[in-house]
Antibody
Framework: QLQLQESGPGLVKPSETLSLTCTVS??????????WGWIRQPPGKGLEWIGS???????YYNPSLKSRVTISVDTSKNQFSLKLSSVTAADTAVYYC???????????WGQGTLVTVSS | EIVLTQSPGTLSLSPGERATLSCRAS???????LAWYQQKPGQAPRLLIY???SRATGIPDRFSGSGSGTDFTLTISRLEPEDFAVYYC????????FGPGTKVDIK
């Protein structure tokens, strides 16, 4: 059974860079047809897709966040990572890593990790 | 840019009743690219329906999806206690986009 697990700091200071890693187990991140992505959810609010990456390194990002987002992949560790720069309180959210069937849906989700932006 | 609207915002029903949730897109969406998710408090969303009408693995048949163009519907034929949750639709245009959600709560 495929599992995704987010890890990283739960508290980030304003203007700094948020960094999270997702470890995939029970399957290979190098599977064809699937992208690997990040989705966030501010407390009490809805879902926002951040961006996704293919195992080859091909990425695509939410246009509203593109200038601040970098997603990378490490196939040797079966992991992918998110960096979000110049964070503000508005970036406080639960961050989920997901498996994406490109163009269709998100079928596996990590449990989510709360990241709070505060000094 | 496509905008998704879900209605109603909150649906108050009793167990055993039928729930009908609406997702409307501001522009026509291919049915292949419309999905529904269920989210319970403190949990990650779970994929219910993809391709507008196909149930994901392990999803009970009381959940069904329908629609085309700009209007899509998620129907829960008989609400079970575990079905009270928030439901999101998601479309895939130039990039993934979620609707604001419909909360189904106990009347």
């Amino acid at each position: 059974q495929l599992q995704l697990q987010e890890s990283g700091p739960g508290l980030v200071k304003p203007s700094e860079t948020l960094s999270l890693t997702c470890t995939v187990s029970g399957g290979s991140i190098s599977s064809s047809s699937y992208y690997w992505g990040w989705i966030r959810q501010p407390p009490g609010k809805g879902l926002e897709w951040i961006g996704s990456i293919y195992y080859s390194g091909s990425t695509y990002y939410n246009p509203s966040l593109k200038s601040r987002v970098t997603i990378s992949v490490d196939t040797s560790k079966n992991q992918f990572s998110l960096k979000l720069s110049s964070v503000t309180a508005a970036d406080t959210a639960v961050y989920y890593c997901v498996r994406e069937l490109l163009g269709y849906y998100f079928d596996y989700w990590g449990q989510g990790t709360l990241v709070t932006v505060s000094s | 840019e496509i905008v998704l609207t879900q209605s109603p915002g909150t649906l108050s029903l009793s167990p055993g009743e039928r729930a009908t949730l609406s997702c409307r897109a501001s522009q026509s969406v291919s049915s292949s690219y419309l999905a529904w998710y269920q989210q319970k408090p403190g949990q990650a969303p779970r994929l219910l329906i993809y391709g507008a009408s196909s149930r994901a693995t392990g999803i009970p048949d009381r959940f069904s999806g329908s629609g085309s163009g700009t209007d899509f519907t998620l129907t829960i034929s008989r609400l079970e206690p575990e079905d009270f949750a928030v439901y999101y639709c998601q479309q895939y245009g130039s990039s993934p986009l979620f609707g604001p959600g419909t909360k189904v709560d106990i009347k």
